[in-house]
Structure formats: structure tokens, C-alpha cells
């Protein structure tokens, strides 16, 4: 569907007119970052906290399409889809793509938009502008190199880590080097700007200035949350002053967009007004299996380290067992080698390869974000403890496993910091 300037204008965090009409939701299927920045702290499951980066759950593709399905029933004019974490979408490009491949062939009237701190966006817009992608939020922070370095721990980019001013001007190259790009296929651009005390207040001007220049729409200013267990949890939140001073000199180069609700990666509803129940759906919604084709997917994979009882977390796992079902029961067909530590997601996508004939996996526990990404791939990811027969008998006969693991068990703590390489 053509995307016309009035329809453009139905966008609430574009239009301030149209937030109290009209509806947006943020499908949170891209779990991984490819930067730090130093004042962001991702936690899973954190209901009570109102800012970017936190959701309830992580949803596949195919579950973020039924969620959807779900939540336009629900929901009064829900005019906007869009992609904004809890990590980075373009850190998350095979989720990212196929979630906006589905949802735009089944809500082709939707408007669409994605948020992303810009550095591995640029190889994508052509094929975001091919699924109707009409507006792309990019933070920007700082045109300056030495300002950014204060801004970022480490900047991940072409599977390698880079800190400092090195990676501060990696990411201000990618950054600047989309907007024309995107402007070039008619996509509206917003920046977005956190107002650091100490570090940036002076400065954003200029990366107004420069982003108009480039051909951005509108700009962000966006005061910080000092968030716990981060490097800038003891800055000071910017005053009313700092605040004002800041917007009005952007807004002689860009359009100030001043009513943010700086959103959560699941804020679903009218902006300021989220749906309560979209918590408990996102649970829902991210415990499904998808229903596929097990035709060609006759094993299920357990990691094990005896060949008895499912013990071991995915990523400890060297091997797993490969187990089929027969007229005499469950037999273990062959160990299988996983595939190495230390490639970061790329060890998630060879597994999932490596698992192709498997219609599910067994496992003590994981991480949101290689469960995500195998689940997206086809492969049911349980977590369980006990016995495998009885994960089998779940798997294939679609018996209730006792053994379930509770999640959280599992999970990375908040207090987990990240050294750019992945988990695992």
C-alpha cells in the first residue's frame, strides 16, 4: 500500500494531534544490543519500570504476529507497528525482517516504523522501504567522537568490538551515512537525543544542526532516567531549564517532537495509556510453540550429560543427544556436536542449522536471546529438568512435562554487564 503524507501524519510520535486517536504497539523481537550505552540497564520482566529497553517477554516472529492478531482485537485503532528493541532491530536483522515480512503482509493498512541506534542499519533500508517501513527513529547522541566515547562502553560492528573514540566514530559514520539513504526511499526520520547532564546538553544543538542538514524530519530531546547499575546512575536527571534550553535551540534546525512517552519495548496502546493486560499476554504469547511442519523433523535434541536427565543449559552444551520415536519407544540415535563457544549469535544460527531434522530441543535452560532466535528458526526450545523420556513423551505426545523449569532460573541477572561477545 502507497504510503501518502496524510496517511504519514497518522503516526502519534510524529503527530501530537493524532496521539490521542490513534494507537502504536512495539513487538519486542530483537533481544540483543550491538552497543553499550552507559546509561542503559535491559532487564526482562520488569513490569514497573516505564522506559526503553525493559519488556515482559521476548517474542518470535510467529508469536509476535498472533500477539498482534490478539491485540488489534483489543485495542481502538491500532494505527502503528513498530520494532524498538529491547535491543537494537538491525542487532537482530533475521527476527527483525521476518516479524515485518509477516506483519506487513497481514496488516498491510498498518502504519510501520523501527527505532535503532543506526549502526547496522544501513544494508537493510532497501528491503525495510520494500515492507512499507514509513518512519525510522535513530539516537543520536553526539556528532563529536570524544562526546560519544563518554556515551558508550563499546560499539560491536562486523563481529568486532571496538572502544573509545574508535568505536565512537564507527558508529557516527553509520549513523550519518543512513539518513540520506533513508530519505532517499521517502522514509521519515526522527532522532532522538538523550540530554545527558555533563556530557552532552551543549552539544546536541549541533547534532540537530548536523541531522537537519542530512535531511532528518524531527528531533527528540529526551531527558535521561539515571538507571541503577549503570556508569551514569548518579548523574543528575536534567531540570526543567536544561530541558527547555535544549529543545528550543534544536528547534531552529528540526521539528522538536516534545510529548515522548519513552516507551517500553512492549508498550502497547495509546501513548501514556498502555494496555494493563499486555503484560500477561506477552507471557502467553511467547510460551506458544509454533505450529509447523514436522515432516522432515522426526528428532529432538536434548542436552544431557549422561544420556538419562536433561541437565545441562544450552550454552554449556558441547553435544546434545539426538532421540527419535519408535513403535518400541524413545532411542537415542546419535550424539551430535554443537557448534563452538565464542562466535556470539552466530553460534545460535549454526545450531540451529545443525538441527534442522530436530522438531525441538531439551534443555536445563537459556538465554532470552538464543531462544528467541532458534525458535524464530523453527526449533522449540523446553526448558525442563529431569528425566528426557518424559520431555519426549511431552514433545510427542503432547503431554503436560512436570519438570518444567522456571524461567527466571536461567536467566542473565541485571546485574550481568556484557562484554560485546554474546552469550556463548
Known sequence: MEMTEERKQAHPCFNEEAKHTNARVHLPVAPKCNIQCNYCNRKYDCVNESRPGVTSSVLAPFQAVEYLRDLDGRIENLAVIGIAGPGDPFANPEETLETMRRVSKEFPEKIFCLSTNGLNLEPYIDEIAE??????????????????????????????????????????????????????????????????????????????????????????????????????EAVEKPDTKMIFKTRTLCSEHLKIMSHCARCRADAAGLLGQDLNETHALLKEYSSRAEEMDTTGRPYVAVATNEGLLVNLHLGEARNVYIFEQTKNGFKNVEVRDMPPKGSGDERWLNMARTLKDCRAILVSGVGE??????????????????????????????????????PDAFKCGSSCKGNAQGCG
Open 369 to 406: 536471546n538464543p531462544k528467541a532466535m532458534l525458535k524464530g528458526c523453527g526449533l522449540h526450545v523446553v526448558e525442563m529438568t529431569g528425566l528426557i523420556d518424559e520431555g519426549l513423551e511431552g514433545v510427542y505426545n503432547n503431554k503436560v512435562i512436570r519438570s518444567i523449569a522456571k
Open 131 to 232: 515492507l512499507n517501513v514509513s518512519h525510522v527513529t535513530i539516537t543520536i547522541n553526539a556528532i563529536d567522537p570524544k562526546i560519544t566515547a563518554k556515551i558508550y562502553k563499546w560499539v560491536r560492528f562486523n563481529k568486532k568490538v571496538y572502544r573509545g573514540e574508535e568505536g565512537a566514530a564507527i558508529l557516527l559514520e553509520r549513523q550519518l551515512a543512513c539518513i540520506a539513504k533513508l530519505k532517499a526511499r521517502s522514509i521519515t526520520i526522527k532522532i532522538n537525543s538523550i540530554i545527558i547532564p555533563g556530557i552532552n546538553e551543549d552539544h546536541i544543538p549541533e547534532v540537530a544542526k548536523k541531522c537537519a542538514e542530512l535531511g532528518a524530519d524531527v528531533i527528540n530531546c529526551i531527558p535521561l532516567i539515571p538507571t541503577a547499575e549503570t556508569p551514569f
